[in-house]
């Protein structure tokens, strides 16, 4: 799919401000300072549509991006950030959790994680309540390009066992830097889009 038009439609964190949910969507979750900014701004082309930041736990709201009025992608905020509060924490997981579990227009979340390191247990149980809520368990192993390409399938590989991923294809390996899977994940979004209507 060419990107013609993105922009950044709405910041919410109740359902009450969501936009209308007359657009196919697809999330990301993942932890704090996984790279969801970076990975947005390179599906778009965009260089600072999303604001990306060094400090975790930057994104507290859900991020709504559309794309050439056909379909949105959006930024749900990090988890695992381990200095907030306990109260603070707990309401991410609520903005998280209400948008998963009550918008009618999304089509899949997809899960980011860090290429150089194992999922964290959050990450594990993120992963799980995706598959367990009927999402295909599409991970996207970020910051390709900060490892060798020799250890490019050995990670992916540690990933995918340390997931219990049943279809380890579906962990895809991305760089925001040189942007060669963007293509790819945009054949994916739009064979489920297909699907779905289907």
Same mark, same amino acid.
């Given at each position: 799919?060419?990107?013609?038009?993105?922009?950044?439609?709405?910041?919410?964190?109740?359902?009450?401000?969501?936009? =209308? #949910?007359?657009?196919?969507? %697809?999330?990301?979750?993942?932890?704090?300072?996984?790279?969801?900014?970076?990975?947005?701004?390179?599906?778009?082309?965009?260089?600072?549509? =999303?604001?990306?930041?060094?400090?975790?736990?930057?994104?507290?709201?859900?991020?709504?991006?559309?794309?050439?009025?056909?379909?949105?992608?959006?930024?749900?905020?990090?988890?695992?950030?381990?200095?907030?509060?306990?109260?603070?924490?707990?309401?991410?997981?609520?903005?998280? #959790?209400?948008?998963?579990?009550?918008?009618?227009?999304?089509?899949?979340?997809?899960?980011?994680?860090?290429?150089?390191?194992?999922?964290?247990?959050?990450?594990?149980?993120?992963?799980?309540?995706?598959?367990?809520?009927?999402?295909?368990?599409?991970?996207?192993?970020?910051?390709?390009?900060?490892?060798?390409?020799?250890?490019?399938?050995?990670?992916?590989?540690?990933?995918?066992?340390?997931?219990?991923?049943?279809?380890?294809?579906?962990?895809?390996?991305?760089?925001?830097?040189?942007?060669?899977?963007?293509?790819?994940?945009?054949?994916?979004?739009?064979?489920?889009?297909? %699907?779905?209507?289907?």
């Amino acid at each position: 799919m060419k990107v013609k038009i993105s922009d950044l439609e709405k910041v919410a964190v109740k359902k009450e401000t969501y936009p =209308a #949910n007359n657009l196919p969507e %697809f999330a990301f979750a993942g932890r704090s300072n996984v790279g969801k900014s970076s990975f947005i701004n390179a599906m778009l082309g965009r260089k600072n549509l =999303a604001r990306t930041s060094s400090t975790p736990g930057k994104t507290r709201t859900i991020n709504f991006y559309k794309v050439n009025d056909d379909l949105r992608l959006v930024d749900l905020p990090g988890y695992g950030y381990a200095k907030v509060s306990k109260k603070e924490k707990d309401s991410w997981a609520n903005i998280i #959790n209400e948008y998963l579990e009550t918008r009618e227009n999304l089509l899949e979340t997809i899960l980011l994680v860090d290429i150089r390191h194992d999922p964290t247990q959050l990450d594990i149980q993120m992963y799980d309540y995706l598959l367990a809520s009927g999402f295909s368990g599409i991970v996207i192993a970020t910051k390709k390009d900060k490892i060798s390409k020799s250890s490019v399938k050995k990670n992916i590989d540690n990933i995918a066992r340390k997931l219990k991923a049943p279809v380890k294809e579906n962990i895809i390996p991305f760089s925001s830097v040189d942007k060669d899977e963007v293509d790819e994940l945009w054949y994916i979004f739009e064979d489920i889009i297909k %699907f779905k209507k289907a």
